[in-house]
């Protein structure tokens, strides 16, 4: 079946970085476009950047767009979320998910996910 794992979640300052991985487990993601989403108890799950199978498409939402940045690399499985200039609001679990394309934005079209990594900025 294969899985996704994500790491590199934490605590830091606002104004601070951190770098998200989402690796691929037991089986390739390499032919679906993966995308970031966020959740905080409570709400739905936000979607923050996507990118195509091959990366040369992404997109991003507009309250992250200037600041993350995703990439992936297809021969080690993994796509990363550079997160820089955080800020408290976001705070969040973050979620990597496989799916069609990189531009959609609706959680219920992505097909495999991981269990996510907790990203807190304080103020």
């Known amino acids: 079946q294969g899985e996704l794992v994500e790491s590199g979640g934490g605590l830091v300052q606002s104004g601070g970085s951190l770098r998200l991985s989402c690796a691929a487990s037991?089986?390739?993601?390499?032919?679906?476009?993966t995308s970031w989403f966020r959740q905080t108890p409570g709400k739905d799950r936000e979607f923050v950047a996507g990118?195509?199978?091959?990366?040369?498409?992404?997109h991003y939402a507009d309250s992250v767009k200037d600041r993350f940045t995703i990439s992936r690399d297809n021969t080690k499985g993994t796509v990363i979320l550079q997160m820089n200039r955080l800020k408290p609001e976001d705070t969040a679990a973050y979620l990597c998910?496989?799916?069609?394309?990189?531009?959609?934005?609706?959680?219920?079209?992505?097909?495999?996910w991981g269990r996510g990594t907790q990203v807190t900025v304080s103020s």
């Open positions: 998910a496989a799916g069609p394309y990189e531009t959609d934005e609706d959680s219920e079209d992505y097909d495999y």
């Open positions: 990118i195509s199978w091959s990366g040369d498409t992404t």
């Open positions: 037991g089986r390739t993601f390499r032919n679906y476009a």
